[in-house]
């Protein structure tokens, strides 16, 4: 009887313990998501002059910067290097006058930022060049971040029950062979299950409170799992074309309206069609052979443009298009459900919001890739904290004088009113 | 006092006391076997599933269905090569056009979206129209995406090619010399040009040595007109009376008095959309005047119901009416009718406004049409509301020309029959059909394979209207062009350019319209005809002086001879008048599902044509006179001389004794189904010596037994109004001239639980007004920003029920099918509910009613009903239109358990779908009835697919982008076109300028051809709506409940005496 509960027991302990594992597989989620913030904000702040190879940019490359230097000195320093260099510390005199005594610029980042950028410093994972190095980085396979940990950590369970079950046998040999001394059988428990469970058995309270602290942990990384499913934030699909905004937008500082036209008149953007793109590239046609960098390689303008003709059924040589064009086929990256009636426009013209604002700095991407999270969350939140572009605007002069006082009271109370004060809260602005 | 009127939405109501009392009370329409269920304890343990099997798969449904929502798959974005420049994909553009279908002819507007017409509305630019469509006008884009359209030519049922087709019929009409051309009639000048050309053409002459020595044109054959519906009978009375066959043109806006006998001149008589504008504008009660409309008819038409006074009467005395009518004017030789208080009475009013009346028949009898244009000469009609010089277009055919073709046709005289823009053998039938065999080359220019087509040796599909290019000429001096909005989706060809290829010109046809205007139409001084073209073309109509040719001869009618043999007219047995209805027509709209599930203005029966009849008549021969979705119609052979159908018999209050009531143009199959819907009842169509009669004497009934039920959808049973008669307000014009508001629209008092004395010592409680009683605080709509709302006259509803399917098509609403319909599940967001009343006792003063109908309603008191049942047999007839009335404090928000339905800052009552769990406690609460629950996924679940269109790739294409399709499991209801809303708002903040009052139309208020409904904002002073929400005659329904609706209604007014 005894024994059937012991294994009953033994079996409960088997299904926690898988749902112990399973929370640690949670966390590596969390960790990994940890390297990404720290990714987005080195983007953000530091790229423009740091890389996180060997590489020199303005400043010097940031491989191995943990182990250089100590974690405070680090807070310190880009929080404020300037006054480390006064303070006469010897390392930060000596890059300040290694770098021709300029003063990387203080960062307004806070310590967990700082923490999750110099995470992803030492552990960049694939495209580790920042995609600012003139030339592409010669690091070969990139390291595959996740995937070494979860060779780490599954090492480190086999050890671990390696150790348990030689620790068992041992444990219960030398009771036995004390038993045996002693003139006695040992009857205790034997095998390693039956030693879990008296263990269990008589720590009863400690395994509950594990059993709880673990189901309801579980349980939060569930629900926040669940909000992860359907947002792609950081969607970057290869496109047929390798077009890069960061060449167009950034560098030649092409107007998003010019080839997004339709963004101020229409509730999509719109693609723009080829012909657009033949307005510059019928002249600009890649016969220079020129190459260009392209999410950290190196390729040939000829060919890319080529693509363009190819589509279009032209041929640069006589500059005539033939009657057999294709269209291309884009990989679309923003994808709101069907349900959701977003307007560019309304953003745009009436709105006056840039188009950065939902859609990160395009102009500094090679590949675009979804910025936003473009979670209903993400709408409103933004919706609460925007003023409405009410200035000089005819319609808003007129709805301002259908406010009753109480009303004016309530949303002009803290000076603005923002696009939820006018209704940007409800169901049917978006959904109908 | 005010309100004296009883008003019953059916006859379950009126009638069957107890009975519908019970099934009112109940929640559900039907009886749910729950307790049957739950008490059979056997089955019940027996059932294998368990609760924990159940939990189970439960749970593993819940985990598969979460796993399959993470994969997202991969969008492509696909951008034109070469955008064109007017496209902008998200932005909708409009392009003026033309519809006309052989009967309807209107200018309209097509909305497009990606180059996809999806919406049409009437263009107002039009001062013959005014902007006036019907339901088949806005429906008939839906027809463009029919996958069964024909998609390529063919011969003999081989596909082929257009080479082939030209190069065949090339040879076999060479040196043809009797060719006949069988039209619709044709308003289209070029496409008249086009005919005229093919059959006139010209001969190249060579002498001996083989040189040209010049040419003459030939003519190989004859243009006949047919008309699906023949006006042959004043086509005749005009030549006979004015010297020429023509239809004269009508001008409803000055005519004060109106008799109407048999003609549906707001429904489907000539061109009734010519007509119902300039008639709304005489049915403003405080204007200085008001029309006064009197019908004389068997069945009852939209005309009847709308008519100020109607009086049932059977088709064969419709020419001795008219007969009494002139003589009672003054005219000589008619006899005294059973209705001749009634004929006096009109007579009285005609006599009245001489000069400012227009009488008119729907009789196909030439000599009853005579005396209709002597009283119209007696009343000095012509040149004031009549105009014979300015002539309509749109009926042409002569049955006198139909009948010898058909002799021609059957002694072997046709070499080649070639037809378009009709379907002869579907409204000729086995006549036409046999004649047909006789012909050696027969050429059909139909676009869907009808029963004509079928018969063809040659079909030559003809594009949809939407891919043509036309021009059209519907009224002296008005013009209109028609323009492609989508390239033809198939291998069609338009039948004009046909007709030209084979005439041996090979210009395409919008140069050969464009060199025609040039040609023939004037151009004012001063203005290039490029620029004339264009203007034209943008505006899609244009009015030209043309220089009319005044008739010489005055009123030359034999109106003796015509009244002694309109006395020869007798009727016998059971008389049949055979009618259109609103959807179908003459049967253009038989196959458009949005058109089949569009309810009938009056019976509110979709899918079916029927035979209606007389309640009181029905009684006596123990048929079925209820509807209810398992009521068993009783069906039967309805027999003529000329052929018989069966039909379901439907009661009709209102149809004259004696008379049954049948709508044409049914009998064909609706997208994939195989039967079809309704049955076709032209070969009931009696021939006479005068032409075809649509009056049938002497007509059999007999009783037809089924193997199964027979069942009929009809929207109208399922929501009852529970006899409140704060619904409808009405008046007659005497009273409302008073301008007592109370008299008939007294504001709502409710008894408030205080106490007061007054001057005698009597205590007795306060009234107050409803604003005082109120769960909720004040609004924050009040005042602030936007309230949308709308206002309807319901004196302008006409009930044409135009509105409903532009609804339709704006927002998506699916097609349910016949089955569903009649589960009461149709989903339309907005309805027409036609309400019969009766005068009766009073059953109390108005703030009262509501205690005092309950008491009605009790079944001992129901007899207070009886007093109506006399009436029924002439009832007076209510439209009005009834969508979501977003409430300010609205039943439906406050039940719903997960707030999916919420009020909007605007006024709006909003819903969101995807919130929605289904609950249905919205629908259950809302007082308008107005909310509809998807019970199924009606876009793809297998047994809707045989028609609703949007389950193929091609139906699809009409749906609007802008609204999202609905699936299973949610609630949806009119959203008072948000759509529309934003983008109006959007547009006023992109110029920076309020909101102009009429700058956002709804899709019903852009589609109403009477400008019954105004949509606009409350909050804006100077608008309309707030101009007739402070009418004296504005109301809202069942306003005593409190639910203060943004949606007002105009109390109707008849021109009558208090």
Not at chain 1, 167 to 185: P, Q, Y
Not at chain 1, 370 to 384: D, F, G, S, V
Not at chain 1, 395 to 424: A, C, N, Q, W
Not at chain 2, 401 to 421: P, T
């Amino acid at each position: 009887m005894n024994k059937i509960i012991n294994l009953t027991k033994a079996k409960t302990l088997f299904k926690v313990s898988l749902f112990c594992l399973s929370f640690l597989f949670f966390h590596f989620d969390s960790y990994s998501q940890d390297t990404e913030k720290g990714k987005k904000l080195f983007k953000a702040n530091c790229a423009a002059c740091h890389n996180v190879g060997t590489k020199i940019v303005v400043g010097p490359g940031l491989q191995g910067v943990n182990e250089k230097h100590d974690r405070e000195w680090l807070d310190k320093w880009i929080k404020n290097s300037g006054e480390l260099i006064a303070s006469g510390d010897a390392d930060a005199n000596e890059i300040f006058n290694k770098f021709k005594k300029s003063i990387m610029p203080p960062q307004a980042v806070s310590t967990e930022d700082i923490d999750a950028i110099l995470a992803y410093v030492a552990n960049p994972g694939d495209g580790s060049d920042g995609g600012d190095g003139p030339e592409p980085p010669t690091t070969g396979e990139p390291i595959k971040g996740n995937s070494t940990m979860m060779y780490l950590f599954f090492g480190v369970i086999i050890l671990l029950l390696i150790l348990i079950i030689t620790l068992n046998k041992t444990g219960v040999f030398v009771r036995e062979v004390i038993a045996k001394d002693a003139g006695e059988t040992y009857e205790g428990p034997k095998t390693l299950g039956e030693n879990l469970s008296k263990l269990m058995g008589d720590n009863k309270g400690i395994v509950a409170a594990i059993v709880i602290v673990l189901f309801f942990g579980g349980l939060l990384n569930l629900v926040d799992g669940a909000f992860q499913i359907g947002v792609h934030e950081g969607y970057k699909p290869e496109q047929p074309i390798k077009f890069s905004h960061k060449i167009h937008a950034g560098d030649d500082k092409i107007d998003c309206n010019y080839c997004h036209s339709s963004a101020r008149h229409s509730k999509t953007s719109g693609i723009p069609s080829l012909n657009v793109c033949m307005n510059c590239h019928k002249a600009i046609d890649g016969s220079s052979g020129k190459k260009f960098m392209y999410n950290g390689k190196q390729y040939s303008m000829t060919e890319e443009i080529q693509k363009i003709y190819d589509h279009l059924d032209y041929n640069p040589e006589t500059q005539e298009y033939g009657d057999n064009p294709t269209p291309v086929k884009w990989i679309k990256i923003h994808n709101l459900p069907d349900h959701v009636y977003f307007s560019h426009q309304q953003h745009v013209t009436a709105g006056k919001q840039k188009c950065q604002t939902c859609h990160g700095p395009v102009e500094e991407m090679d590949v675009v890739e979804q910025h936003a999270q473009l979670t209903m969350k993400w709408c409103i939140e933004c919706h609460k904290e925007t003023a409405v572009a009410t200035q000089g605007n005819g319609y808003y002069d007129e709805m301002h004088k259908r406010m009753t006082p109480e009303f004016r009271e309530k949303v002009m109370s803290d000076g603005v009113l923002t696009v939820d004060e006018i209704g940007g809260w409800e169901c049917a602005k978006c959904h109908y | 006092m005010a309100n004296t009127k009883k008003y019953w939405k059916g006859l379950e109501q009126l009638d069957k006391g107890s009975e519908f009392v019970e099934a009112s009370n109940n929640e559900f329409a039907e009886h749910l076997p729950v307790t049957e269920f739950l008490g059979d304890k056997e089955n019940l343990d027996d059932a294998s599933t368990t609760r924990r099997d159940f939990l189970k798969y439960l749970g593993f449904g819940v985990a598969a269905a979460s796993l399959a929502a993470c994969e997202t798959p991969v969008t492509k974005a696909i951008p034109y090569l070469n955008k064109p420049e007017e496209i902008t994909p998200g932005l909708a553009n409009y392009y003026a056009s033309t519809y006309y279908d052989g009967n309807d002819y209107a200018p309209i507007l097509v909305k497009t979206r990606e180059g996809r017409p999806i919406h049409i509305v009437g263009n107002t630019e039009s001062t013959l129209t005014k902007g006036a469509i019907n339901a088949r006008v806005n429906s008939s884009v839906l027809s463009l995406y029919d996958s069964n359209r024909l998609k390529a030519p063919s011969i003999k049922g081989e596909d082929t090619t257009w080479a082939t087709i030209d190069n065949r019929l090339g040879k076999e009409l060479q040196g043809k010399k009797s060719v006949r051309v069988l039209t619709a009639s044709v308003i289209s000048p070029s496409s008249q040009s086009a005919i005229n050309s093919f059959l006139n053409p010209s001969v190249e002459h060579y002498n001996a040595a083989g040189d040209p020595i010049g040419s003459e044109n030939i003519t190989i054959g004859k243009h006949v007109v047919v008309d699906a519906i023949s006006y042959s009978g004043i086509l005749e009375a005009n030549n006979e009376s004015f010297g020429k066959a023509i239809i004269p043109t009508y001008n409803f806006e000055k005519a004060k008095t109106i008799v109407s006998v048999g003609a549906d001149f707001m429904g489907n008589w000539l061109d009734a959309l010519q007509y119902v504008n300039d008639y709304a504008q005489t049915r403003k009660p405080d204007n200085d005047w008001m029309s006064k409309t009197f019908q004389f008819e068997a069945s009852m038409s939209l005309s009847g119901t709308n008519a100020d006074v109607r009086v049932p009467v059977k088709p064969s005395e419709y020419g001795a009416i008219i007969s009494s009518l002139y003589a009672h004017l003054g005219g000589s030789g008619g006899a005294k009718t059973a209705y001749d208080a009634r004929v006096k009475e009109a007579a009285e009013a005609l006599k009245a406004s001489k000069g400012e009346s227009i009488v008119v028949c729907g009789s196909n009898d030439k000599n009853v049409q005579v005396i209709v244009n002597a009283i119209n000469e007696l009343l000095g009609n012509y040149g004031n509301t009549i105009d014979v010089n300015i002539v309509s277009n749109s009926k042409q055919g002569l049955d006198s020309e139909v009948a010898a073709l058909i002799a021609d046709m059957n002694a072997g005289k046709v070499d080649a029959l070639l037809i378009h823009g009709v379907d002869p053998v579907f409204t000729m039938g086995a006549a036409f059909a046999k004649a047909m065999k006789k012909v050696k080359t027969t050429v059909s220019f139909a676009t869907k394979m009808d029963d004509t087509a079928a018969a063809c040796m040659y079909v030559c599909p003809s594009n949809h209207a939407l891919e043509s290019w036309s021009d059209a000429n519907p009224v002296t001096g008005h013009y209109s062009l028609g323009q492609p909005t989508i390239s033809p989706l198939f291998d069609t060809r338009q039948a004009e350019e046909s007709l030209l290829r084979w005439s041996g010109d090979d210009s395409s046809y919008y140069d050969y319209i464009r060199r025609n205007w040039e040609s023939e139409i004037p151009v004012s001084m001063g203005v290039f005809f490029t620029d004339f073209w264009n203007k034209t073309l943008h505006d899609g109509v244009v009015d030209v002086e043309m220089p009319v040719s005044e008739l010489t001869t005055a009123f030359a009618g034999n109106v003796s001879k015509a009244v002694s043999a309109v006395k020869a007219i007798k009727g016998s047995g059971v008389e049949l008048e055979l009618v259109q209805n609103m959807a179908v027509g003459a049967g253009v709209g038989a196959d458009n599902p949005w058109l089949q599930e569009l309810p009938d203005p009056i019976t509110k029966i979709t899918w079916d044509n029927y035979a209606t009849m007389s309640p009181s008549e029905m009684k006596e021969k123990g048929y079925e006179i209820h509807f209810g979705q398992e009521h068993e119609m009783n069906v039967i052979e309805v027999a003529t001389k000329t052929g018989k159908i069966q039909l379901p018999v439907v009661a009709q209050p209102g149809q004259a004794k004696g008379t049954i009531g049948i709508a044409l143009g049914y009998g064909k199959a609706v997208g994939n189904m195989e039967e079809v819907t309704g049955a076709n009842a032209y070969p009931l169509v009696a021939s006479t010596k005068n032409g075809v009669s649509y009056y049938v004497s002497g007509v059999s009934i007999t009783d037809v037994e089924l193997d199964e039920p027979y069942h009929i959808a009809c929207t109208q049973t399922q929501q009852t109004v529970m006899g409140r008669d704060s619904v409808i307000r009405e008046t007659t014009l005497e009273t409302y001239k008073k301008g007592d508001k109370d008299a008939y629209n007294p504001a709502w008092t409710l008894l408030s639980g205080e106490t007061e004395t007054d001057e005698h010592g009597h205590q007795h409680q306060v009234r107050k007004g409803i604003k005082e009683f109120d769960l909720w605080g004040a609004h924050p709509v009040e005042g602030i920003g936007h309230r949308w709302g709308m206002s309807i006259d319901m004196n302008a509803c006409i009930g044409c029920s135009a509105c409903v399917t532009s609804c339709v098509s704006e927002n998506n609403i699916a097609v349910i099918g016949k089955d569903q319909v009649r589960r009461g599940r149709i989903m339309h967001w907005m309805r027409i509910d036609r309400y019969y009343s009766s005068e009766h006792q009073p059953l109390g003063d108005i703030g009262e009613t509501h205690a005092a109908t309950k008491e009605a309603l009790d079944i001992n008191g129901i007899s207070t009903y009886t007093a109506m049942e006399d009436a029924a047999d002439n009832p007076s007839v209510v439209h009005q239109p009834m969508m979501c009335q977003h409430c300010n404090h609205a039943g439906c928000e406050t039940v719903c358990p997960v707030a999916a339905t919420t009020h909007s800052n605007e006024g709006l009552n909003m819903m969101a779908y995807n919130r929605c769990i289904g609950t249905r406690y919205c629908a259950n609460n809302c007082a308008y009835k107005v909310r509809r629950f998807n019970w199924f996924n009606y876009i793809a679940y297998s047994k809707f697919t045989d028609f609703n269109p949007s389950q193929d790739d091609l139906g699809r294409m009409v749906l609007n982008p802008d609204v999202v399709v609905r699936s299973r499991g949610v609630m949806e209801k009119c959203s008072l076109c948000v759509q529309r809303i934003q983008e109006g708002k959007l547009d006023a903040k992109k110029a920076g300028t309020q909101v102009m009052d009429g700058a956002i139309q709804t899709a019903c208020s852009s589609s109403c051809p009477t400008n019954a409904i105004t949509f606009g904002d409350h909050n804006d002073e100077g608008s309309k709506l707030v101009a007739e929400r402070n009418n004296d005659r504005a109301y809202r329904v069942i306003e005593e409940v409190g639910q203060q609706a943004n949606v007002y209604y105009q109390t109707k007014v008849r021109n009558l005496k208090a």
